[in-house]
Every structure is written in C-alpha cells, then in structure tokens.
C-alpha cells in the first residue's frame, strides 16, 4: 500500500517533468462548462485501473467533498483494496498535452482568421471557450503514446498539423451541421448562423473544409490522406442518413450505430489511427488505434445522446431533448420504442400536440431506455479499453484509458 | 485553296475514325451539327475550317461577329457549299456541339457516372442532382479535360483515355456543381440557367448538405487517385475556391478594387479550377513537365478569358438568354471587368455604385454608363488577349483534331461576346 500526498501543482507542469518525478497531481482549474472543478486524487497505480473503471460508472458522493476550491487536503489514501473514486476531470487528462494544444488554438485562430475579419468572428464564436478540443487531445495522446514505440522524442510537424485539420474539420461540420438542423444555440452560446447568418456560415463551414484539404493533402502521405477523405465522405453521408430518418420508428440499432459511426465515431478513428501512423507503428497498432478511436467515438456519441435526455437546458448550453424534437432518435428513443407502443405514437405525430414532447421523454425515462444507453455505451467504452493493451505503459496510456472512463462519467 | 463540300454528318461521328482514315486534319473534316445543345447558344453549323495554317487568324476574326452565320442557323439540309479561301478566312462560328463531338461518348459515360455516384445515395440527393446536372450545363470542364487528355495522350504513346483520366473529370465536375450549388446560396440567387436553383427548390438545407456530399465524394475519389500532384493540385483549387468567395463577399460595392484583385478573384473562382483540370489531364497522360506547365497556363488562360466574357454577357444579354436577371453582378455589388474600366471613366458611376442601387432606375443608369463609356469593349480586349495566350499555350501539342477542338474551345468563348 502506497501514501500519496496529494498537493496543488501548477497547470503548466509538463508530462516529462511528471514522470520523471513520478506523479502526484491534480489540477482544480475549470476548464469549460460541462464539468466543474474536482480534485483527481493520486491513484496512477496500474494495477487498479482496470477495476476502478467498474466503478466509476456509478456515482458516489464522496467527490463532493473534494469540489471546493484549490489548497492543501488530507491526504488520500491509497488502498489496493478500495479504489479511490475521485472522478476524473478533462482539464487533468488534458494537462499532458497542454502545450500542445496551447499551440494548437494559436495555430487556428491564426489559420482561420487571417483570411477575414468576418471569418476570424466566426471561428471565435465557434473556437471559443467551450470546445473541449477532445479530438486533438486525443490526437497528441495517442501520438505520444506510440511514439515511444517508433523511439521518437517529441511530435512532429506532421503530428500537429494532423491535430489542427482534425480540428478544423470537425468545427467545419459543427458550422454545417447548425444550419442543417436549424439550431440557435451550441454550447451555450448563439450558433455562428444565427448570429452572422446562413451565409457565413456557409461560407466559413466550406472555408474549413477547404483549409483542411490542402493541409491534409500537404502532409503527403497517401494512407492518411484517403483515412481522412473517407471522414468527410462519411460525414456527408451521416447527414444524410438521418435526414432521411427523422421521426422513422422502425430505425434499428445497427442503423443507428452506423450513423452515429459516420457522424462522430469515424473522424476519431481516423485520428487516433493517423497520429499512430506519423509515429510510424506497425499495422496492428494503428489498427488498434483505429478501432479504440471507433469504439471510444461510439460510446462519446451514446453518452451525448442520453444526455440530451437527462441534462437541463444550462447543462447542455441548448435545448433538452433538442434531438427527439427533430426526429431524430438515438439510442435511448430506440430502446424505449421497444416497451412502449405509446411512445411511437407520440413520435409519429412530430409532437404536433404541446407537451407531447415531454411525455415522450417521461416514457424514454420510465421505460429503461436510459439504463439500456448507459449499458451500450460501457460496452462500447469496455472495447475502447481493450484496443489500448498493445500501447506500452505511460501517463499517455493512462490519460487514453481515463478519456474513456471521462466520457462514461458524464452520465452519472 | 480547297473546296470542301458540307453535308450532315451523323453526330456520333468518332474523331478515332476520323483519325484512322488518315491525316484527316488537313483533309476532309466536314461536320456540322444543328444540334440545339442547349440555352447558351443555337444550331449553328461549323464549316470545313480545319486548315491549320490560318487558325490564328481566325481566332481575331471570330471576335468581330459577322452576320453571315444568320442564314446557316435553318435546320438540318443540304447546304451550298462553303468555300474555304485562305486569303479571306471562313467566318461560320463554333458550335459547342461540335467541339465536344471529338469527345462526345466520353461525355456521356461521365453524364451516367455522375448520376449514379450522386444520385445512388439518396432520392432527395438525386433529384437535386438532377436539377442541376440536367440540361443546361455544358460540361465545358469535363470536355477540357477529355481533350487535354487525348491532345496530350499522344505523346505519351496513349492509345485510349485512362480510368483516371475519367476519374479526373468527374471530380471536376462534382466540384464545379457543388460550388455552383453553394454559390447560389451564398448569392440567394434564385434562377440558374434558366431554371430554380437548387436551394429555391428543396430548401438551403437541401443545398447545403447536396453541395457538402460532392465535395465530400469528389475529395475521397481524388484521394484514391492515388497521385499526391493532383491531389494537391486539386486541393488548391478547392482553397481557392473559398477564398476567391470570401474575396468578393468583402469587396461588394468596393469601387476601389482593382483589375489585378478582379483577375485574382476571377482565378480564385473560375481558372483555378480550369487550370487545375487541364494540368491534371496532362499529368495522368504522363507529359513532361514542360507540357504539364504550358496546359497549367492554357487553362488559367482559358479560364480567366472565359470569366470575362460571363462578366460582359451579364450586362449585353436579356434575362432570357442568360436564364437568370441581366445585370445581377452588379446589382449585389460584385463590380466586374466592364464595370472597372467604365469607373475610370465615369465618376457619376461611382456614387450610383456607392448608393448600392437605392434609388429605383438606379440599376439600369449604371447599366448604361457602363456601356457608354466604352466599358464593354475594354472587357471584350481584355478577354482577346488572355485568348491569345491560351492559343500560345497550345503550340506545344501535336497537331491532332483534340488541339483544334481546344483551340476552337477558345474561339467559341470569344463568339460568345459577338
């Protein structure tokens, strides 16, 4: 049994300088408005992650208690028999590629904005606070994580660059997907077409796409050049997809893992699979990587779902139940569905009667739809922890692993 | 000099036959077609011209129009024959239908193809599709390519086209549907070639995500072409294409701008993608890149001749014949080659510009100033000499009916303004 003395460490301190001194950390910076400041408790003992992932699923109160305020604790303890709970906090998983993603937002406000004073207002909007930048920490996780496999020391210019065209895509699909759905609000703020209008939006969305193309096709390499073109293929065919879905009750599951592939799920495959890639690992591992970057996307865009039913409209920063009004049903509808004929009812006549909506999202609740979701999604999030066994052991390892259970977290 | 003798040829006539039976440049190369191949321009029939010795002659002569093509424009029938003088060079104008015959089943395998690639996806999809791959485009991008690619197959010791040269092609024209699609939304243009834009009919939703699904598929096929050049060829093309929209999104009603930032955005908007084609088309022929250099410029060339007569036809041509209101460049602000000389000239132009079309009347005044002042024959030099260069360009292909085809591709384009 180890004492870990848990104690306040500045947010800049480098992964480097962390292992070497063999790691106690945690940060209580607040780093968004989807989560609020906890305190993560030293628990990197490798042999208890496995367990604690069963039971962060499942919320405890103790981390109340650790929500307040940065300064001196009592120590933790860590029992090999007693998990620590402390849920994990993106602004901690995050603090290992900090720099990298300091000059990653540097790198697109300049990218974007240089072009036009409009434009540069749109992406702030869009750039802003509130984008977790999940992708591109993912992209500099794996990308560290395997390069100790290729012996690298650092990441490469193509590693970056990798980051910020994954980033710019999937913005460019936020701009797009706002005037597709006809959305007013994204992360609690006004959408970029809503504030400027279609046109920008437009405009912006293709300005993004287009950047992205020529940076792709600029890092010359064949096999991540058709990884990514095959996203933004399969991004386009997401839309359409459930354009032409909406309000279907008899849409199955496997139609709805597909769309949610093509939509969320295929970008982070890529990613993950083209860091690995430019660290120049073998084809199992960037296969692993693809399939972990798929599995941990499938189990992000489930969790999303359950909470667009289980959030208030503050959490969200839009709408509840946003998703059911469209039509568009995800996981928990398509479970509920399977209970409750009454519920298809309800969806069949597009809420045309006030308040139908919300008895439709009372009957997903009461009809297990919820509990259902939350098992797909630690299905999926199990897989994704599975896909990361071949990396060697390192933060970057841990960080990848704890993204996973982050994301599982969310709906507690 | 030589009598050539005109009659109705079949219009499926492949140039591979005409080729086969023998220096058919110089000999009997008699064709017409009366073939109304669509709004932008009526049956006309295409003498014997096919003397190379006079082609650059020729091309100054067509952009002074002649009234003698009137009489030819009657149907199908025998004709008197035309006699070929080369001291007085024929004046009988291009028909679209004719230059593109050389390539014609090329044509109509990528017309299926495309369909099938867009429209397989979904019905909606296809419809749109439809509405803006039906009738009324000219495929002018496509059949450059196929041209190039044959014009310059040659050398490589080609015998037939490649799949991607094929390949190439309908990329190209996905990408130049998609922005046209995109364009109309972002100029909230209503018609296109005479008929609703896809956006006015399905919805800017519809036009947005049928716009994003072609440059989606159009950069996966360019990707498993497989050859980094013309991806990043093609990749420019496409930046270029958002940065040509944005360029002019910020200059609307800007009467400072000048002709050098018109040129670049009529690059950005209109050669890029013109160059990239035909540059792409020499590469998969596997030309030198000398060659691949001089088709670069032969469709930059093109492309900003072919930008400039768009922009003076938006101002000589009656909504009818354009398919789309006359003067709507300049009614949003998108102050073009004729309007720029005419501002030199005109200081009332400028405050009417500057007014942006407040006062009813306005619009049609500015129509006329430009015209007054001498703006439309500015343009019209202006597109002789950026066709003088593409012809330049051409030299260095081997004599073949392809490099007349692309020569007269620059004629007809000039015609265009007679």
Redesign the interface.
């Known amino acids: 049994m180890l004492s870990m003395t848990c104690r306040s460490l500045d947010f800049g301190t480098r992964v480097l300088d962390l292992v070497a001194a063999s790691i106690e950390r945690h940060s209580v910076k607040n780093v968004g408005k989807t989560f609020t400041s906890k305190v993560y408790g030293a628990r990197r003992m490798v042999c208890s992650r496995l367990n604690i992932r069963r039971t962060r699923v499942f919320p405890t109160n103790t981390s109340k208690a650790l929500l307040d305020g940065v300064g001196e604790q009592t120590t933790p303890v860590l029992d090999l028999k007693k998990e620590a709970k402390s849920p994990v906090s993106l602004a901690n998983l995050f603090e290992v590629v900090a720099d990298d993603l300091q000059t990653l937002n540097q790198n697109l406000q300049s990218i974007v904005g240089a ?2 004073p ?2 540069m207002s749109a992406a702030e909007q869009i750039f802003g606070a509130g984008g977790k930048r999940m992708r591109p920490a993912l992209v500099f996780l794996v990308s560290r994580a395997t390069a100790e496999l290729a012996g690298l020391k650092d990441l490469t210019t193509k590693h970056r660059r990798l980051a910020e065209i994954i980033e710019m895509i999937h913005t460019a699909s936020l701009i ?1 997907d706002d ?2 759905d ?1 959305s007013d609000m994204r992360r609690g703020k006004e959408t970029v077409h809503q504030l400027y209008g ?2 920008v939006a ?2 912006a969305g ?2 993004m ?3 992205s ?2 940076y ?3 890092l ?1 390499n ?1 096999e991540v ?2 990884l990514i ?2 996203v ?2 399969d ?3 997401g ?2 997809k459930q ?2 879905s909406l309000f279907d009750c008899d849409v199955e599951l496997e139609e709805y893992l597909l769309k949610s592939y093509y939509k969320t799920a295929s970008l982070i495959a890529a990613s993950t699979k083209g860091a690995a890639i430019f660290s120049g690992a073998d084809r199992s591992i960037t296969e692993q990587m693809y399939e972990f970057g798929k599995n941990l996307g499938l189990s992000f865009q489930v969790v999303d779902d359950i909470l667009d039913f289980t959030q208030s409209a503050e959490q969200l920063g839009k709408p509840a139940g946003s998703d059911l009004a469209k039509g568009n049903l995800t996981a928990p509808v398509i479970f509920a569905l399977e209970k409750e004929p009454k519920l298809r009812e309800i969806i069949e006549s597009e809420f045309c009667e006030t308040g139908s909506l919300d008895e439709a999202i009372k009957l997903v609740n009461q009809c297990g739809g919820i509990e259902r979701a939350q098992e797909l999604a630690k299905e999926k999030a199990d897989l994704a922890i599975k896909n990361l066994q071949c990396l060697p052991q390192s933060n970057f390892r841990l960080a990848l692993e704890d993204m996973v259970k982050f994301n599982l977290e969310r709906i507690d």
């Open positions: 072009e036009n409009v434009l797009h005037v597709l006809e279609t046109r437009v405009l293709d300005f796409f287009a950047q193309s020529w792709l096709a600029n010359e064949l050049i058709k073109s095959q933004i293929k991004f386009a065919s839309e359409i354009a032409s």
